[in-house]
């Protein structure tokens, strides 16, 4: 159940750079894009440490 999670969370955080990214370099809002890179990095961080443990068979 870990496993799921923590790749979930890592699809979101990936998902929120670049909906980021997109608004950013289609709005010219470079605020609201470094927001998003840093809560979507954030996310991902989150979901790499809950999966880093397991071993691939």
């Known amino acids: 159940m870990r496993f799921a999670i923590g790749r979930?969370?890592?699809l979101v955080g990936i998902v929120l750079v670049g909906v980021g990214?997109?608004?950013g370099l289609l709005r010219?809002?470079?605020r609201y894009e470094e927001r998003m890179f840093f809560a979507g990095s954030g996310?991902?961080?989150a979901g790499w440490l809950l999966v880093?443990?397991?071993?691939?068979p």
Do not use: G, P
């Open 8 to 10: 979930s969370l890592q």
């Open 21 to 23: 990214l997109a608004i």
């Open 28 to 30: 010219d809002d470079l």
């Open 43 to 45: 996310v991902f961080f």
């Open 52 to 56: 880093k443990s397991f071993k691939s």
